[in-house]
Structures are given as C-alpha cells and as structure tokens.
C-alpha cells in the first residue's frame, strides 16, 4: 500500500509538489502529545488531591481535566510556547443544585449564561452524606457551630456562581496543592494574573516551560457543551456570566475525524499553515476551522491524504471566499445534520435554524468590503 502511494505521487505533478511542499515545512513534533499528556495528568493529579481534601466542603466538585484546543486537537502550531488548555467541568457539591439561566429563548446559541444555586433538602439522606446538617432545615446557629457555609456564602453574588471567586479560590487550592504533588520537585510553577482562567507557567529541571490554562464549565444536561469560565471579546463581561463554549465538543470531533481519516491525511496540517498565516488579516483561526469542519464531513476523506495538500489549501480558500462573497459562514454545530452522533448537542441546538458567523458583514457593508480586500491579500 505504501508503495502504491509513493507510485501516486510520482505519477501525479500537483501531488508531488505538495509533498515538497508538506515536508519543507516546519510541524510541531510528536513529543508535543507527549506534553499533552504530561500536563493533563498534572493537573488531573491537582483535582485528586482537591477531591481528597474538600470532601465535607460545600465548594464545586471538580471533575477530571478536559485537554482542548488546538493543541489537544492535534493542529497546534507551535511547540516550544504552546498553550495548553483544559476545562474543568464543575458539579453542585451536596445540598445545593445548578439551574443554567440561558439566554433569551431566541438567542441561539446562548452566548452566555448564568448559574444559579439553589439550596435542596438533604433530611432523607443525612447518613448517605456523612451526617451533613440540611441548609434549609437547621437553625443558623447550628449550621455556623457544626458546618460550613454554602457555596451561596462562598463563590456566588447573590444567587449565581461568580467566575472571579471561583477563580481567586482555586488559585489559592493551587498554590497550596502543589507542594503536595510528588511532581513538584520536578517542576517551578508560577500562578499567572489572569481575569477568567487560571494561568500556570511550569517550568522543569530541563528549563522546558509549559503554559497551562485552565477554565471551569458547567455542563448543558448530558451534552458536550459548557457553560464556561473562558474570556471573551467582550470587556465587560459580568462576574455571573458564563460564556457558552463548544471546545469539548470540537475536540471531539477531530478525534472522530482521526479515527475516519486516511493515516497520511493532513487536515489538520491545513489548520496549521492557515494558525502561521492569518496573523494581520482580520480574520480569526476560528473561521479556518470553521471551514475545515464543514469540509471535513461534506467532501470524500481521501481527499485530505498528503499528495492532495494544495489541493485541500486550495478547495479551504475557494469555500472561505463564497463564504464572504455571500457573507455566510454557518456555526458548524448549530442546525447542522452532519455533525457526527457521537458529539451530544442539546436538542436546541439540533432543532435550531444555522447560525451565521459572518451575520456582522451582513450589517456593514464597509466591513464587508474589506473583508474581500483582507482576503484578496491572505
């Protein structure tokens, strides 16, 4: 079969261009899933060591790590100053409930939400917890004597989670934990400043350093979507509000595709080229991958193996410049059939009408026009 493929290639002129052309760049090596892997169980290590020492604490219950983005998609273009983002997806501790206050009911998706807690009786199950006191049936008295206070005295404003003492908390967990770590020996680690993920600069023996970003989540039903800690553009974002992301399901997805693809397929090689070039254009990766994820499940998967390379570069650029031309780019989840069944989306979002990313080039014609320039030059 390999043999066979060599044969292709030679036979074929634009094919073996874009093999020159695939080897002569520069890709991240394959120790960088091995650093992937390194930190992921670093900081899968840190929420052992969380869920031993909170077990009789009422703060949110921390679930194991969730690698994401491009790094843990596999498309990564650096190496050496890699980010390595993991969600953490959070539970109500007992005696409490989360409730997602979504947007409003039209707005799909629901750019932001925000978490409410609710206190709920625990009489019927006070052994089944270790003798916990009920929040909504013992005095205050007896409760501040014999326990300590609820999520809603801790982490919230009001009734709501709030992202910046969520965070403040889990930094001070963090520097705390680490010295328990039998790995902190190897490794200097630094809490960066940072308004909604928790930032980590580790640095080991070998002066190899690793930035690490966590955010927190809140899960959608039994979806793969979260409710997150994540920034986003815009600056005022309130402390209650959580954006929605798609990040896990997206990982997802470029493992289904990994196990669908030809072995020499380089679609994810694509993203990387697009990840180097489109710094200075006005047009953010997110659009790139956006179109490869739609390529990606309407066009053949053979047609994404190594001697296709230009090919694939070209056939992304072409569907991005209609995209413009037309002003239309579909988010890839929203109202979208070919979005593979084992990605579990909230029936709303299934049932949803497709949702335009490029919906501000509709309203401004003159944003719209340098965007065909901006791309011209790209």
Same mark, same amino acid.
Request: include cysteine; hydrophobic fraction near 40%.
């Given at each position: ?13 634009? @094919? ?36 031993? =020492?909170? &077990?009789?604490?009422? !703060? ?31 539970? $109500? ?8 206050? =979504? @947007? ?43 326990? @300590?206070?609820? =999520? ?26 680490? #010295? ?8 200097? #680690? ?30 959608? @039903?039994?979806?793969?979507? !979260? ?9 005022? &974002? ?15 997805? !470029? ?19 697009? $990840? ?14 956006? $179109? ?27 569907? =991005? ?33 497709? !949702? ?23």
């Amino acid at each position: 079969e390999e043999e066979e493929e060599e044969s292709d290639d030679s036979d074929d002129g634009e @094919g073996n261009l874009g093999r020159i052309f695939a080897e002569h760049i520069q890709w991240p090596k394959q120790n960088l899933i091995y650093r992937s892997q390194v930190v992921e169980e670093l900081v899968g290590d840190v929420i052992r060591i969380f869920q031993g =020492l909170f &077990t009789k604490k009422f !703060f949110p219950v921390l679930q194991p790590p969730i690698g994401v983005g491009s790094t843990f998609e596999g498309w990564s273009p650096q190496e050496d100053d890699a980010v390595y983002s993991l969600l953490i997806p959070m539970n $109500a501790p007992s005696g409490h409930v989360f409730h997602l206050e =979504l @947007g409003t009911p039209r707005e799909i998706p629901a750019k932001h939400a925000r978490i409410r807690v609710e206190l709920e009786c625990t009489c019927t199950n006070e052994q089944l917890v270790g003798k916990m006191l009920c929040f909504l049936h013992h005095s205050e008295e007896e409760l501040k004597r014999n326990q @300590g206070p609820s =999520l809603l005295h801790t982490l919230c404003t009001g009734s709501y989670l709030d992202v910046q003492k969520t965070l403040c908390w889990f930094q001070k967990f963090v520097r705390s934990a680490w #010295m328990l770590l039998p790995q902190s020996c190897n490794y200097c #680690m630094k809490v960066l400043l940072s308004s909604r993920s928790c930032k980590l600069q580790m640095t080991n023996t070998f002066k190899r350093t690793y930035f690490v970003e966590i955010m927190f989540g809140v899960q959608q @039903g039994d979806s793969d979507i !979260f409710m997150s800690s994540q920034s986003t553009e815009a600056s005022s &974002t309130s402390n209650t509000m959580w954006p929605e992301t798609y990040a896990v399901a997206e990982v997802k997805f !470029f493992r289904c595709m990994a196990r669908q693809t030809p072995h020499d397929s380089f679609h994810l090689k694509c993203l990387q080229v697009f $990840a180097y070039i489109h710094v200075g254009y006005g047009f953010p990766i997110y659009v790139f991958k956006t $179109a490869v994820m739609h390529l990606l499940t309407t066009i053949p998967l053979s047609g994404w193996r190594r001697k296709h390379f230009l090919l694939q570069l070209w056939d992304i650029m072409s569907y =991005l410049r209609c995209c413009l031309e037309e002003r239309c780019l579909n988010h890839f989840f929203i109202g979208n059939e070919n979005v593979p069944g084992e990605i579990h989306l909230p029936l709303a979002c299934q049932r949803a009408e497709p !949702f335009n990313l490029f919906w501000y080039l509709v309203q401004d014609p003159a944003a719209h026009a340098k965007a065909l320039h901006d791309f011209s030059e790209l």
